[in-house]
């Protein structure tokens, strides 16, 4: 996927959201003190983070780039806004925005766990074979 094409979906996905949970995410309950500042926890930070910046970069480009990446932008968000009419595929462009969120800082050790029964990486997965008559 191209950059406008994720921006639009990002776009997209924070619209959908109803008015109360954006204002409940802004709330003060959702702030706790990380390392040297406040930092919101909310689910939607990460997206109005990733808007914030594509609005940083086209503040920074020349007139013409700004063009051509507007109207990327605008064709994109058409493409998106006719995908996201089908539940379906709504759910794969909520999943594909679900996927590009950080994975959460874990809290403590992680610990190593493996099978006895293993004596290679990979050696519990099952094996896909083709039918006898391949071979």
């Not at 539940?87 to 493996?114: F, T």
Request: with cysteine.
């Amino acid at each position: 996927m191209d950059a406008a094409f994720v921006t639009a979906n990002i776009q997209a996905f924070v619209a959908q959201r109803p008015p109360n949970a954006a204002q409940r995410s802004a709330s003060l309950p959702g702030l706790r003190k990380q390392g040297h500042g406040f930092e919101l926890t909310s689910r939607p930070c990460f997206e109005r983070q990733q808007l914030a910046d594509a609005r940083r970069r086209r503040g920074g480009m020349v007139f013409l780039d700004r063009m051509a990446t507007d109207a990327s932008r605008k064709a994109a968000l058409q493409q998106v806004s006719e995908l996201r009419r089908d539940p379906q595929q709504r759910l794969m462009l909520d999943r594909a925005v679900e996927s590009l969120r950080p994975a959460p800082m874990s809290q403590g050790p992680i610990m190593a766990v493996y099978d006895s029964k293993c004596l290679y990486d990979g050696h519990q997965r099952e094996m896909k074979w083709a039918p006898l008559e391949c071979y």
